[in-house]
């Protein structure tokens, strides 16, 4: 499996902006797509964006724009114009091209993310 590690998170007030990175390590990281998710206290874990190998891109938010360094192993979500409502523990993926978390084998540890208001 691919080893990942997110870092970026911390407090912000709304309206902000945050850049949540997302180092891999281990396997290759050639072929892999890169998912985005989130989960906030009691509630489901949930798609916020996925990036393929060769840079197709999916996201719920508009607000948000996943991107990725495949030289760099690293994967980034760039976050604007944060909501109290985006407050939740960030985490990355890697796995296929998919919004469904259940379809992903590798996970980081995640990183929080608290939007203040």
């Known amino acids: 499996q691919v080893q990942l590690v997110e870092s970026g998170g911390g407090l912000v007030q709304a309206g902000g902006s945050l850049r949540l990175s997302c180092a891999a390590s281990g396997r290759p990281f050639s072929g892999y797509a890169m998912g985005w998710f989130r989960q906030a206290p009691g509630k489901e874990r949930e798609f916020v964006a996925v990036i393929s190998w060769s840079g197709y891109t999916d996201s719920v938010e508009g607000r948000f724009t996943i991107s990725r360094d495949n030289a760099k192993r690293t994967v980034f979500l760039h976050m604007n114009d944060l909501k109290p409502e985006d407050t939740a523990v960030y985490y990355c993926?890697?796995?296929?091209?998919?919004?469904?978390?259940?379809?992903?084998?590798?996970w980081g540890q995640g990183t929080q993310v608290t939007v203040s208001s």
């Open positions: 993926a890697a796995g296929p091209y998919s919004g469904r978390y259940a379809e992903y084998s590798s």
